[in-house]
């Protein structure tokens, strides 16, 4: 699906923060969405978690910095870092080339995948809405 100028891909699943779900075997793959990489400019630095970690659905566990911005990433799903794109460390600029392919954060082992997935926003109308949302709020900032 494209919307408003972004690219939301059919298979993906997003939360509130902009970043996305992927399932992938008994994995989720995240990462930061073409909306964070647009409205941040070029991202120059990722704290990523550590394999083993435990992440919480919708908590903060690294960041994403650009020359304008600092963001926190959040989980998508609860569960075990199962592995992480230590790529990003020395290329961060990935995220904003490639965020749903090369630019991919971590790989969770979920804990609650089918509830927790549910809680998240399809690339459907009420995406669109959510996207709508965000714009105008980004306009009123200005």
Known sequence: MEYAGYVFPDDLKFEKNHYWAKVDGDLVITG?????????GEITFVDLPEEGDQLTQGK???????????????AVVSGEVAEVNSALEDEPEKINEDPYGEGWICKIRPSSLESELAALIAPDDS??????E????IEEQK
């Open 60 to 74: 903060p566990y690294g960041s994403i910095e650009s020359g304008k911005w600092v963001g926190r990433i959040y």
């Open 134 to 137: 965000e714009i105008n709020k």
């Open 32 to 40: 930061a969405g073409e909306f964070i990489s647009k409205q941040s």
């Open 127 to 132: 995406l669109k809405k959510f996207i709508e």
